[in-house]
């Protein structure tokens, strides 16, 4: 697409009242329709501050006072479990209650699991599609 064509879109969407080009055109999740998207996002959260923890203890362990950091390193190492545990488990169906991001996970390629595990848009095991944010059932 030139940059002519999309001057001319961008003409068009002004005298037509489409939504700018720069908005997500990306439909809300299975989990944010349900509800549910604030316990990905802690459990994600999580498994970042694991691995930073875990690191900061790797590389500091070797230094002096080695016990602490290797508690550091070890307290990192839980912290990323409890994490991806909670990441797998967070997110249930409120038709089948299965764990929507295990089952994508346990079912899916593995390239595409990840990506597959945030944006889709129904139940991988029922194809329950909520409406909307909040039409699911909270649980
Ligand atoms: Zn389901």
Same mark, same amino acid.
């Given at each position: 697409m030139s940059l002519h064509d999309i001057a001319r879109q961008e003409r068009r969407r002004r005298t037509t009242g489409e939504p700018p080009l720069t908005v997500s055109t990306r439909p809300?999740?299975?989990?944010?329709? $349900?509800?549910? *998207?604030?316990?990905?996002?802690? @459990?994600?959260?999580?498994?970042?501050?694991?691995?930073?923890?875990? $690191?900061?203890? *790797?590389?500091?362990?070797?230094? @002096?006072?080695?016990d602490t950091w290797l508690f550091v390193l070890l307290a990192g190492v839980g912290i990323c479990v409890v994490g991806i545990i909670a990441q797998c488990l967070s997110i249930r169906c409120p038709r089948c209650h299965v764990a929507v991001v295990w089952h994508t996970y346990t079912h899916a390629k593995a390239g595409a699991a990840e990506k597959l595990a945030s944006f889709q848009v129904a139940c991988p095991n029922c194809g329950y599609e909520p409406a909307n944010a909040g039409d699911g059932e909270r649980m």
């Open positions: 809300p999740s299975f989990a944010e329709r $349900t509800g549910q *998207a604030r316990r990905l996002w802690v @459990a994600r959260w999580l498994v970042m501050f694991g691995g930073v923890t875990m $690191t900061l203890g *790797a590389y500091k362990a070797r230094a @002096a006072s080695a």
